[in-house]
């Protein structure tokens, strides 16, 4: 297992900036492909942006654009800078581990950190 720890998270106003960070110890986790879900209350926890080792990145739809994932192998911290934040953004941001490999789940969890996005 991987243990991560979450930070960076806050309350801002519609239209800031928030940038979360995922730090990893434990195990070697630069081959990992790594994740940020989000979690709104009364609601279920989705995925919102992924990263290969080799840098490749995915977006959900909602965050295409305004998210950017980053990861620094050497400093083993995983990112997501947030831009032009709505308020439809508010939730519990979780970081996660996976190994490689298809179907491989996302096993390693952090505890998450609050994003509040006011209106």
């Known amino acids: 297992q991987v243990q991560l720890v979450e930070s960076g998270g806050g309350l801002v106003q519609a239209g800031g900036s928030l940038n979360l960070s995922c730090a990893a110890s434990g195990r070697t986790f630069s081959s990992d492909v790594m994740g940020w879900f989000r979690q709104a209350p009364g609601k279920g926890r989705n995925l919102v942006a992924t990263?290969?080792?080799?840098?490749?990145?995915g977006y959900s739809d909602s965050v295409k654009g305004r998210f950017t994932i980053s990861r620094d192998n050497a400093k083993r911290t995983v990112y997501l800078q947030m831009n032009s934040l709505k308020p439809e953004d508010t939730a519990v941001y979780y970081c996660?581990?996976?190994?490689?490999?298809?179907?491989?789940?996302?096993?390693?969890w952090g505890q998450g950190t609050q994003v509040t996005v006011s209106a």
């Open positions: 996660a581990a996976r190994r490689v490999g298809a179907g491989a789940p996302f096993s390693s």
């Open positions: 990263i290969t080792s080799d840098g490749n990145t």
